[in-house]
Nanobody, 117 residues
Framework: EAQVVASGGGSVSDGGSLTLSCTAS????????MAWYRENAEKQCLLVSS???????WFDGDLQGRIAISHDVDKNTVYLHLHTLKPSDSGVYHC???????????WGQGTQVTVSS
């Protein structure tokens, strides 16, 4: 069964952009569904995006227009493109396979995104 790891976080200023990566090992994303989450300072695990590899994608309403997903099959990696970032977008971003799950933020380390005003 594939394992996934999120990376690419960093510190940016208000209005900046980041691209996060979710890379699979021990398998591929083929035929899977995956999701991105943001763990905020209150340790809430918030769904950011849900992505079905048939093309069905859901984004959190607050991020509409500021978020996109792309998939590099050869690199077995899904990318989360974040634009016009706000301080409220800060948190630890996690990716996980499967349907959305409130416990997903506890499954891996995630990658820290810090947006300063």
């Amino acid at each position: 069964e594939a394992q996934v790891v999120a990376s690419g976080g960093g510190s940016v200023s208000d209005g900046g952009s980041l691209t996060l990566s979710c890379t699979a090992s021990g398998g591929s994303f083929h035929g899977s569904r995956m999701a991105w989450y943001r763990e905020n300072a209150e340790k809430q695990c918030l769904l950011v995006s849900s992505y079905n590899f048939d093309g069905d994608t859901w984004f959190d309403g607050d991020l509409q227009g500021r978020i996109a997903i792309s998939h590099d099959v050869d690199k077995n990696t899904v990318y989360l493109h974040l634009h016009t970032l706000k301080p409220s977008d800060s948190g630890v971003y996690h990716c996980a396979l499967g349907t959305p799950n409130v416990y997903a933020c506890s499954w891996g380390q995630g990658t820290q995104v810090t947006v300063s005003s």
